[in-house]
């Protein structure tokens, strides 16, 4: 509507055109000093000085013609007008070079993400390279980053299905009810296994295996995610049997796969029995002799080639041995679970070097950090967060930052928590679990305040990546303002 034609006739000659030029600048919300700073420094840029007189005189003929510094606008040059000494583009307003960092903290006050930020740019002003410009300064700001969303996931690497029975385990350590218990499960045939333990000590652990593995055999992979199987005492008994140890990365007992399904299983197996008051291995001895879901044979059909004898009823034929041969079945499922799973693993595998900054997911925050070395598992890495001890986390853990440290990262704000978030008591937003340095000398500390009002940022809508301003009261309880008096994105100085 607002485009005209270009070259012959200047706008204000118009006086259709003056009208309705009027109607759309009579309502900018901007004040007159903004105004005044707009117009100021757009007669001072080169640029936008001579859009503002190819308007009033006509564009020339060829966008190579034009100025070199007007040639970005010579695309939109039907769309542009000036008002007030402002150059507009149908509704929005070119803002001056000198002044696009400013507006564009502006824009980014609330801290949203970087389509809500473009979407609220398009709404009120432009200029060439608007959207570059939020993508960078998105990925340079500190706070955005260290509450950002998680990873989306990778493709899966499934692991390969075994040839033999308990040739491949999978082992994890459980805590139900104040017990740890063993659970490792045979990677072929899903036959679990679950050992109360005396303590969580590796020592404990390993009298666990070793009764497991008179039984069945010793497998020649045990995968392991957690504490103590990692340990240095638990490593060597596995070399010293023959066998390997292998540890997906803490935090992304994913990357293990098959594993996650046998303690689930064992999880629950353990506190429904001691819901019910019933001892858990007889749920275990059930769950051995129970089909496989998508198969008709039970673990014990595969890794004994026969059905038990349980309290169950059962005639004495079907007590028979039989071989079963399930690797195609378990490969065709494995196959389904990966297509299925493709289907949202929306990220492109990731790599990194030693050296790169990075930032690793802690909790609910993104911590920064340095890449030290690569993890002989796929996808996984050791990294030395800016405080506290190296750490192994797999690449859905971690980021590439091109963000710099703030204060909050060095400890030079203490951060204390509201509602499980650790929240700083000036207005940086603050959720860092266990990164406290105790090696920075001399950290000044801020007192807990008892009535400041406290920036906070999202506590929840956490599924758009929406944030809501939140201050806290008197009485340190959170309230949300009115959205009718919040407008965090009104382009105001
Ligand atoms: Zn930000």
């Known amino acids: 509507m607002l485009s005209r034609q270009c070259i012959e006739t200047p706008v204000q000659d118009d006086p259709e055109m003056v009208e309705i030029v009027h109607e759309v600048t009579k309502y900018v919300p901007i004040s007159d000093a903004i105004k005044q700073d707009i117009m100021t420094e757009t007669e001072k840029d080169i640029g936008l000085k001579a859009v503002k007189n190819y308007y009033n005189q006509g564009w020339p003929n060829s966008r190579e013609t034009a100025l070199p510094e007007a040639r970005p606008y010579w695309q939109l040059r039907n769309d542009l007008f000036v008002e007030n000494g402002m150059v507009i583009l149908e509704d929005r307003i070119v803002i001056p070079p000198s ?56 493709p899966l ?49 390993i009298g666990a295996l070793k009764s497991i593995f008179y039984t069945h055999g010793i497998p020649e992979i045990i995968y392991g995610d957690n504490n103590p199987l990692d340990s240095f005492a638990c490593n060597e008994f596995a070399k010293n049997i023959g066998s390997k140890i292998v540890t997906s990365s803490p935090e992304y007992p994913r990357s293990n796969g098959l594993a996650e399904k046998g303690v ?106 340095v890449v030290e070395r690569k993890h002989g598992a796929a996808r996984s890495y050791y990294v030395k967060p800016l405080h506290g001890r190296t750490i192994r986390r797999n690449t859905f853990d971690l980021k590439k930052s091109k963000t710099k440290a703030d204060n909050l990262d060095k400890g030079f704000i203490e951060p204390y928590e509201i509602d499980g978030y650790l929240v700083s008591s000036d207005t940086q937003v603050n959720i860092v679990p266990n990164v406290v340095p105790n090696n920075v000398p001399n950290v000044p500390t801020v007192p807990k305040l008892r009535e400041p009002v406290v920036v906070l940022e999202r506590l929840s809508l956490k599924r758009t990546g929406d944030q809501i301003l939140n201050t806290q009261s008197k009485h340190g309880r959170i309230v949300k303002p009115n959205p009718k008096y919040c407008n965090p994105n009104m382009i105001t100085y």
């Open 99 to 154: 002044l696009r960092s400013k507006v564009l903290n502006k824009l980014h006050t609330a801290h949203l993400g970087i389509d809500k930020t473009k979407a609220r740019a398009r709404q009120a002003v432009y200029w060439p390279g608007l959207s570059n410009d939020i993508v960078t300064l998105l990925e340079t700001c500190r706070i955005c980053e260290r509450h950002g969303s998680k990873n989306f996931k990778e």
């Open 264 to 369: 689930n299983i064992a999880k629950k197996l353990l506190i429904k029995s001691k819901e019910s008051g019933t001892n858990y291995l007889d749920a275990l001895r059930e769950y051995n002799n129970t089909p496989l879901s998508g198969m008709d044979v039970s673990p014990a059909q595969i890794l004994m080639s026969r059905m038990c004898r349980t309290l169950v009823p059962v005639l004495k034929e079907k007590l028979k041995p039989k071989v079963v041969n399930v690797k195609p079945v378990l490969e065709r499922i494995q196959e389904r679970v990966k297509i299925q799973h493709d289907r949202h693993a929306r990220r492109r595998p990731v790599y990194f070097n030693p050296g790169d900054n990075v930032v690793v997911r802690r909790g609910k925050i993104w911590q920064k950090g």
């Open 157 to 205: 690497i499934p692991h390969e299905v075994p040839e033999l029975r308990f040739q491949k385990v999978s082992a994890d350590i459980l805590d139900i009810g104040g017990n740890n218990y063993l659970a490792v499960e045979d990677n072929l045939s899903k036959w679990l296994e679950i050992k109360k333990l005396s303590s969580k000590t590796s020592g404990a652990v």
